[in-house]
């Protein structure tokens, strides 16, 4: 059984790669293509296996080589079903967790190459210019980023001098995203504050994290001024390695929820972690 293995570094557009990787899964000449499912990797990847002819499987956590078997395991049904299955289709692409490509390549013995990209772009459209084309916000949800920096509702509460701070806490939480890379979360109480929103203008409810927000899949996690509630921590539970920074001891972090609690003010321990960056 072939097997090629590919990483894919950068950002490209839909029209871009889908032609580059259709060329690559049909150039591998391999029966078996992997992929890490980073989101470039999510959003064009099935439209370029489609182009190519070959069969394609996502969100891929652990893949076993028997002979001329390959059995891959997937969860299912949010993450309730372990599920392990194979098929004969050829070429397979199989996109798999990010985080574990690494290791499922050294399992199998390959070698991930840079993905070749620069196949022509097939489209009808002519670019003759751009014409005032707005700058837009930069986004502060990095799906790939090695960390989530998760913001909660106590940036916004009055602090020991008996004020609230919301401009400092904006710069010092923006401050720590542009030096860190790290891709913002936010608790449901801190999107939901009508009073926070016009300093907190980077952040929507696009940045809540929780059991009505999103469940993030990053290696590593830091929680400040969050209190750790249930409804909130539950979408952290792809996030391994957590961290948690609250003036209250006996915060929802401190019941098992976190590795490192640090019972600190999160204003003094963010300025100087951005002085130390
Ligand atoms: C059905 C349902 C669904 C929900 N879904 C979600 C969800 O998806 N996501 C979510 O987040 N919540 C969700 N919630 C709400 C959740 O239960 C909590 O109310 C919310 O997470 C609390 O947000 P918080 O921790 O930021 O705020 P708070 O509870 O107000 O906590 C603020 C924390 O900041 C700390 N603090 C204050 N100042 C400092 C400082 N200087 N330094 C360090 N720490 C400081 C305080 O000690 C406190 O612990 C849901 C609730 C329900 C009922």
């Avoid at 409804?231 to 390695?241: C, D, I, L, M």
Wanted: charged share 20%; net charge positive; aromatic share 6%.
């Amino acid at each position: 059984m072939t097997i090629k293995a590919y990483s894919i570094e950068g950002n490209g557009t839909f029209a871009q790669d889908v032609p580059a990787f259709a060329a690559a899964i049909r150039g591998a000449g391999a029966e078996i293509v992997l992929v890490p499912g980073v989101s470039r990797a999510k959003r064009s990847m099935p439209a370029a296996a489609m182009r190519a002819g070959a069969a394609i499987d996502t969100n891929v956590v652990a893949v076993q080589a028997e002979g001329d078997k390959l059995t891959v395991q997937r969860w299912a049904y949010r993450q309730r079903i372990l599920t392990a299955f194979t098929r004969v289709a050829r070429p397979w692409v199989i996109l798999v967790d990010p985080s574990l490509f690494g290791d499922v390549c050294a399992q199998l013995g390959v070698t991930a190459e840079p993905m070749p990209s620069g196949a022509a772009v097939e489209t009808r459209t002519t670019v003759n210019g751009v014409v005032a084309a707005g700058k837009g916000g930069e986004s502060t949800i990095k799906p790939d980023s090695p960390l989530l920096f998760v913001a909660g509702a106590g940036w916004t509460k009055k602090q020991a001098d008996g004020a609230a701070h919301l401009d400092e806490a904006a710069a010092t939480i923006t401050g720590f995203l542009a030096k860190s890379g790290a891709s913002l979360g936010s608790s449901k109480s801190l999107v939901d504050m009508p009073e926070a929103a016009a300093a907190f203008s980077f952040m929507s409810h696009m940045n809540q994290v929780g059991q009505t927000g999103s469940t993030p899949r990053h290696a590593k996690g830091l929680a400040t001024c969050c209190h750790g509630e249930e409804p909130h921590v539950v979408g952290w539970r792809f996030v391994n390695e957590r961290r948690a920074v609250n003036l209250d001891a006996n915060c929802g972090w401190a019941q098992g929820k976190t590795d490192v609690l640090y019972v600190a003010d999160a204003f003094a321990v963010m300025k100087k972690v951005n002085e130390l960056l």
